[in-house]
């Protein structure tokens, strides 16, 4: 089955670590995205990459880093100095126009 | 970045009615695409129409498009208890080149009551 999958579904943090948030695919997909969504909110983006070892930041890129060294996979770091990361945070990808969601992974700091 | 705007924010119907909900932009598009979120889940595209488009259906969708006013409508007929989730718009930008990335509303919240 083709599609995106994200690891964990549920993540917990303390207060000053580092987190880092998994984002696969194997529909072949060269652009990959991170979204947050806070609740009731709608999506707002954190890094988006077009093609493996190039990516750009979006509108809240700052606290976050990424990587894009295989196509196939786009981390998503959470650092310390993300003031307020408990969200919860989508994946997707696109060959063209459509995007295709992850499940998503909701990420808590205690 | 937020273009789109729905509208309504939420929405309670009963099953069997229609539901429609409105997306406004701001900025000349390539496309605008409809996208449906279930509660804790991912999106899953519904549909998409291009800027030279007027409408278009898909099953029991209907999304028409007035590029004069900037706007989109998103009509759901015969409603069911399994169309509730949030709705969002998502344009992309004319101006955008090779730089794919979308533009997103903030959602309409759909309850269908059975």
């Known amino acids: 089955d083709g599609g995106i999958t994200q690891s964990p579904k549920y993540l917990f943090r303390k207060e000053g670590q580092n987190v880092t948030l998994s984002c696969e695919q194997n529909?072949?997909?060269?652009?990959m995205y991170w979204y947050r969504q806070d609740p009731g909110q709608g999506l707002r983006l954190i890094y988006y990459?077009?093609?493996?070892?190039?990516?750009q930041k979006g509108d809240i890129a700052e606290g976050y880093s990424v990587s894009r060294e295989k196509k196939e996979s786009f981390p998503l770091t959470v650092t310390s100095a993300q003031k307020n990361p408990t969200a919860f945070y989508l994946c997707?990808?696109?060959?063209?126009?459509?995007?295709?969601f992850g499940p998503g992974t909701r990420l808590t700091v205690l | 970045s937020q273009q789109g705007e729905e509208d309504p924010q939420a929405l309670s119907i009963q099953e069997g009615e229609n539901a429609t909900m409105n997306c406004s932009y701001k900025t000349s598009i390539n496309n605008l695409q409809w996208y449906r979120q279930n509660s804790g889940r991912g999106l899953v595209h519904l549909i998409l129409i291009r800027s030279n488009e007027r409408e278009k259906h898909s099953g029991r969708l209907r999304v028409t498009l007035d590029t004069s006013k900037k706007s989109s409508s998103l009509l759901i007929t015969a409603s069911r208890a399994a169309d509730t989730a949030s709705y969002f718009c998502?344009?992309?930008?004319?101006?955008?080149?090779?730089?794919?990335?979308?533009?997103w509303g903030l959602g309409t919240s759909l309850a269908v009551n059975p």
């Open positions: 990459s077009q093609i493996v070892n190039d990516f």
């Open positions: 529909l072949n997909h060269d652009a």
């Open positions: 998502a344009t992309y930008l004319r101006a955008s080149g090779n730089n794919r990335k979308l533009i």
């Open positions: 997707a990808s696109s060959a063209l126009n459509e995007q295709f």
